[in-house]
């Protein structure tokens, strides 16, 4: 992902986002584009319209604190959109770690070491796993994995969120907000993009979901990013049914770049009830797969 190309990419759809009218400024009559010029964009960062459209071109190089702050004041930038945007020019000015291709974590060349499963494990009341951020799935406690039956049951998809959301017909009848769902991978995908640029199997998976669905394509184009800490989420599990699950996202400080999520239900709730009939099943399915006779051979 050319860095230029993503700056004036994210600057641009961040102006045409911001009114006037919410700029504080008069609407007028007559605009071309849409949202705020560029010379009313400069005129409300304090700066010359030609270095502000020097930056929206993709020159971000050199550019100090105080005019990104600038900048993102002028946007009205939120705090993910802050952060993206000086990720953005680390990576431009070459100086920064974030510029360097960062360690591979997927599925083959990262495993959980003990203590992290061992934690995971100790999690008995809700779904608790490991992703990085192009949203594999690294590592899950038992309960995880009986949520997210369907991701591991998917041919070709690796335990990564963001295949199953676009690429596998079952997530449609998973996420009942399908839609809100979508924007959320994205946004998650777009974030790790500035963060890490030069990550080639986030650049082999934008390509691949870009190409082969048209619902991820037209959000990856909105450029929108977020921090994905906590919320409320729906689901449809196909053997417990509906459930309504909150949920804590936790960067890993011993490794930067991973985030742990827990879910959990409100206590006395019909999805607490619905997570233990989970957890159930699961005992009664893994109790079942150790009990079925082997094949017998030679």
Do not use: C
Request: aromatic share 8%.
């Amino acid at each position: 992902m050319d860095n230029r190309e993503e700056v004036r990419e994210f600057l641009t759809s961040r102006r045409a986002k911001i009114t006037p009218e919410r700029a504080g400024l008069p609407s007028g009559s007559r605009r071309r584009v849409p949202g705020l010029r560029r010379s009313e964009v400069a005129a409300l960062a304090d700066m010359s319209v030609e270095y502000y459209a020097k930056l929206e071109r993709g020159n971000l190089a050199g550019a100090s604190p105080a005019v990104l702050e600038a900048v993102a004041r002028a946007l009205r930038l939120d705090d993910a959109e802050r952060a993206h945007l000086l990720n953005l020019a680390r990576a431009a000015d070459g100086s920064d770690a974030l510029a360097r291709p960062a360690r591979r974590r997927t599925k083959d060349h990262w495993k959980p070491h003990r203590s992290l499963q061992w934690t995971l494990d100790a999690i008995t009341a809700g779904p608790a796993f490991v992703r990085n951020g192009r949203m594999d799935v690294l590592a899950a406690n038992p309960l995880a994995r009986a949520f997210y039956a369907d991701l591991y049951a998917a041919p070709g998809n690796q335990a990564n969120l963001a295949r199953f959301q676009f690429l596998d017909p079952a997530s449609r009848h998973f996420y009942p907000d399908w839609d809100a769902f979508a924007d959320i991978a994205v946004a998650i995908l777009r974030t790790e993009a500035g963060r890490n640029p030069h990550d080639k199997d986030l650049h082999d998976l934008v390509g691949e979901l870009s190409t082969r669905s048209e619902e991820f394509r037209t959000r990856w184009g909105a450029h929108n990013v977020r921090h994905h800490g906590t919320g409320t989420k729906r689901f449809r599990h196909h053997a417990v049914g509906d459930l309504t699950l909150a949920y804590e996202g936790l960067e890993m400080a011993a490794e930067p770049g991973l985030t742990l999520t827990i879910y959990a239900a409100e206590p006395g709730s019909p999805s607490e009830e619905g997570l233990r009939l989970l957890a159930s099943w699961t005992a009664t399915q893994d109790t079942e797969a150790a009990a079925s006779p082997r094949t017998a051979t030679g």
